[in-house]
């Protein structure tokens, strides 16, 4: 069965740091197309960072370039997201998914078939 678990989310104030955690379990995620998505209320959902097949192929929304860094550890089967100088429209649920590798870096939530239950973000003073 199939199962990611988002952890790591939490109340921070600007321009502080928070790292989430997405534990697949199920199924080796280095074999599948990864992503870290995003929901603030009222909003749409978008991608956050996607893993590529290289560094260079790596998404990051434009708007988190220079403070987000997505990674993933094998041998843990995990997927993280470190965010960095926090601002206050980072607030949002942050989810992990995945699909089709051949879907690797692709930020449309489309290509994706599986998610987690989404982790709360909240940058406010």
């Known amino acids: 069965q199939v199962q990611l678990v988002e952890s790591g989310g939490g109340l921070v104030q600007p321009g502080g740091s928070l790292r989430l955690s997405c534990a697949a379990s199920?199924?080796?995620?280095?074999?599948?197309?990864m992503c870290w998505f995003r929901q603030a209320p009222g909003k749409a959902r978008e991608g956050v960072s996607c893993?590529?097949?290289?560094?260079?192929?790596?998404y990051y929304l434009d708007s988190v370039k220079g403070r987000f860094t997505i990674g993933q550890d094998n041998a843990k089967n995990t997927m993280y997201l470190q965010m960095n100088a926090l601002k206050p429209e980072d607030t949002a649920v942050y989810y992990c998914?995945?699909?089709?590798?051949?879907?690797?870096?692709?930020?449309?939530?489309?290509?994706?078939?599986?998610w987690g239950q989404g982790t709360q973000v909240t940058v406010s003073s």
């Open positions: 998914a995945a699909g089709d590798r051949k879907y690797r870096g692709s930020y449309y939530y489309g290509h994706y078939d599986n």
């Open positions: 199920g199924f080796t995620l280095d074999y599948y197309a």
């Open positions: 893993i590529g097949s290289s560094e260079k192929t790596t």
